[in-house]
Structure formats: C-alpha cells, structure tokens
C-alpha cells in the first residue's frame, strides 16, 4: 500500500471516529436533557402543589402562582445551563489532532505531486522545442544539438526504470 493511500485511511479513519464521537456525545447531552426535563416535570409538579398551598395561604392565590412560576422557569434555566456546558474530551481532541496530522502529510504528498507534474510538463517542453528545431529549418549539427533534451529525458527514465526493479 502505498504511503499516500496509507494517510487518507488514516485520515477517513479520524474523520469517521470524530463523526461517532460527536453523535455519541450529542445523544448523551440529548438523553440528559430528555431525562432531566422529565424528572423535572414531575417533581415540580409534585412540588408546585406544596408550594402553591404555601404561597397562597402567605400572598394570595394569584400572587403564589405568579411567585411559583417565576421559580419554575428559573430552573428550567439552570437545567438547560448545566446540559449546555458539556466540553470536548480527550479522546476526541486526540482524534482531530490524528486528523489534523493526516491532512498535513496528504498536503505536502499532493504539494510533491504537483512538483513532479511540473517538473514533467517543463521536460514535455524541452521535448516540443526539440522536435519543432528538428523538423525546422537550419544546418543538420544545430538539429542534432537539439536532440539533448530528448536523450536527457530517454537516460532518465531508463535509470528510474532500472532503479525502480
């Protein structure tokens, strides 16, 4: 396998991994929320019948509703406070730091490509102003000094092809 295909596995990989974490994370901040609304509800019910009996026996029946109201809401808020506040934690910041890495080295493996496609482009015009100086007017030494680029180009490949087995 070759090290390119190696670091986009690794890459998917890390992807994948943080896709499960976050899906995981966000059902568990949902299942919380679910979970504390419910207990919530009922308690507060529970609660409320208490507390209103108090408060309207002490301010009235309207004042005691509007005051057992006020509290009801504030802790929905805290609840919903306390849910919010769930961080990252260390095994998804060690996975988007994998992640991170694998882009970084696909980066530079697509920056040497891109150089090498250059480097191949420049030999592909050596190669078209040769053949254009052969077939072109002129004395015939000027048209074999043009052949330089074409012999260059053919003894690098036979020594890539020769190192390469």
Do not use: C
């Not at 019910?45 to 109201?69: H, P, V």
């Amino acid at each position: 396998m070759s090290a390119v295909m190696l670091k986009l596995r690794i890459w998917v990989h890390a992807e994948t991994a943080l896709l499960k974490i976050n899906a995981r994370r966000t059902g568990q901040r949902f299942t919380a929320l679910a979970i504390a609304l419910g207990l919530a509800v009922l308690a507060v019910g529970m609660i409320n019948i208490g507390i209103f009996e108090l408060l309207a026996e002490s301010y009235g029946r309207i004042k005691g509703a509007f005051y057992l109201a006020g509290g009801n809401g504030l802790l929905a808020a805290i609840v919903v406070v306390v849910a919010q506040r769930s961080k990252p934690g260390l095994e998804e910041e060690m996975v988007a730091e994998v992640r991170e890495m694998a882009l970084t080295e696909l980066q530079a493996d697509a920056d040497e490509i891109k150089a090498e496609y250059e480097r191949i482009a420049d030999r592909v015009r050596k190669i078209e102003s040769s053949v254009s100086a052969l077939t072109g007017s002129g004395s015939s030494l000027s048209k074999l000094s043009s052949l330089g680029p074409v012999v260059e180009l053919a003894t690098h490949a036979l020594k890539h092809r020769h190192e390469s087995k």
